[in-house]
């Protein structure tokens, strides 16, 4: 099971395009190159701690119940522990992607609950990347969403699940043609 996991994520097509699309949004907020290159290489490993979770949950085509959900929630501590003993900056930086990336702006994320600016820049960029990549493409669960449906719902979100100002440049760069 484990085994199986490992190496769906072989396949990581969704960690390259997350990456690639934080590093552009990085680059619109105006952040310096290298820590646009932090956010590229911490984004790869945002959801590495999915790894430990069972097989069945990860391509389950229906809505998690309380249990279940609790369960997903938990990559975030296990790709914490995952990355727990390696060093240098950007696995700093992807220890504070990992631990961030499903906290919303008005605090009713996790793992934390942490709200607007307590949550880490890096985290806020990623999360608004990562949620548009998930939409925009298949799942279990869910066909993927017309590009047009998909800036729609991060419109949506802004000031709720994320960050305005985040949001704001998010949908500039799109308008602008940045690599959809
Ligand atoms: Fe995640």
Known sequence: M???NVLNMLDRNHARRVSKLSMSLARQLGLSEHEIHLIGQGALYHDIGKIAIPTYLLQSKEKFNEEEYRLMQRHVEYGLSILSV?????????RE????????WDGQGYPHGLMGEEISLYGRIVAVCDVFDAL???RPYKAAWPVGKALDYIK???GE???PRVVEAFLQMMAEGVAV
């Open 156 to 158: 949506d979100q802004s």
């Open 136 to 138: 925009c493409s298949d």
């Open 2 to 4: 484990i085994l199986e």
């Open 97 to 104: 992607i990992i631990a961030s990336h499903h906290e919303r």
């Open 86 to 94: 390696h060093t240098g900056e950007e696995i700093e930086a992807a």
């Open 161 to 163: 699940a994320f960050d």
